[in-house]
């Protein structure tokens, strides 16, 4: 049993109060938390429940939206402005997992989830330097079929599991967040660090900073659509996915926002794939090169070589479907 110090934050300033203590952790939903708390994962010394916090989507001057840390995924996922605007995000989160499950995860909390990866949660009989630094990776000569094909390192090649995230790297979308030391904003795409050599160091936020809000801007690419490839139907992490937004001019491509899932230690922003992409006609061959523009840099291992040619593929019929709504 973890003994800890358990306290409900009445708003933010409280809830960063509380959360001073190095081994002090924020719960929201719990849907990723707890589990981590019952294989002694994640053993915290304070809980600060910050489910009290606003949970409200509001409509900001610019026409984009401010969507408060504590809102439920599934509330989310219903808002008229986000099926409306920015349908990628609710299809994203739809296909995140169960229904209970999205009716519990809080937006901040699934912006901080951590990976699936089998040996990470294996506190008795794996090496995991996300885990515990220095101690070795044993999904790089393990099995590791689920894991990072780009932005992995000899330390850890563990992904990323959000589906939400992805849609949101795609959508520009920007993280507020505040400590003792005041408040910033972050991009989304840098809100989470590569492995490097310190994997165990997922995010850029500082001890006790709290997330307290996510910004979208707003959205003038009507076709967009995200799309994920798993092994089951229904309640599986990715193998791949691909988070798209498309904009023509006659039968050039004007404009494009793309983004990965299950291929990287973070929700992957495209960007070689945009930049090839840019000005190109519209055509199933321009998706394939700017497919393999992205996918130069992959470093598979023995069970995930498949991930480079699915992405591909997957990449380029999302195009090509958004290519056929763009027209239509």
């Known amino acids: 049993m973890i003994e800890l110090a358990y306290t409900r934050a009445a708003d933010p300033a409280d809830a960063i109060r509380h959360a001073q203590n190095e081994d ?37 001057d610019d026409g984009g939206l401010m969507i408060w840390a504590a809102t439920r995924n599934t509330a989310l996922a219903e808002h008229p402005a986000v099926r409306s605007r920015y349908p990628m995000l609710t299809r994203a989160i739809v296909a995140g997992a169960s229904a209970q499950i999205r009716n519990m995860a809080t937006v901040g909390g699934n912006l901080l989830q951590r990976t699936r990866c089998t040996y990470f949660y294996d506190t008795d009989g794996s090496r995991c330097n996300k885990r515990s630094p220095g101690e ?24 990323h599991p959000s589906d939400m995230c992805v849609a949101l790297a795609a959508l520009d979308a920007v993280v507020h967040v505040r400590s003792t030391s005041g408040e910033r904003t972050v991009a989304l795409c840098d809100l989470h660090r590569l492995p490097e050599d310190r994997p165990d160091l997922e995010t850029i936020l500082e001890p006790g900073e709290l997330i307290t809000a996510v910004q979208l801007p707003p959205s003038n690419l009507s076709a967009q659509t995200y799309r994920k490839v798993r092994d089951r139907s229904s309640y599986a992490f990715a193998l791949v996915s691909v988070a798209a937004a ?18 990287a230690p973070k929700p992957w922003r495209a960007w070689r794939a945009e930049e090839a992409l840019r000005g190109q006609p519209a055509t199933e061959t321009t998706f394939l090169q700017a497919a393999d523009a992205e996918l130069a840099g992959a470093r598979p291992l023995a069970g995930n070589a498949f991930k480079v040619g699915l992405a591909r593929r997957t990449l380029a019929a999302v195009l090509q479907q958004l290519t056929e709504e763009a027209r239509s």
């Not at 498309?246 to 291929?263: Q, T």
């Open 136 to 159: 070795g990776c044993d999904a790089i000569e393990g099995f590791n079929r689920n894991h990072a094909i780009l932005g992995a390192s000899p330390a850890c090649v563990a992904t």
């Open 24 to 60: 002090a952790k924020y719960l929201g939903g719990g849907t990723n938390l707890v589990d981590l708390m019952r294989e002694t994962v994640e053993v915290p010394s304070v809980l600060v429940d910050v489910t009290g916090l606003s949970a409200e989507i509001e409509e900001t």
């Open 246 to 263: 498309l904009e023509l001019d006659g039968d050039a491509i004007a404009d494009v926002r793309l983004a990965l899932g299950g291929v």
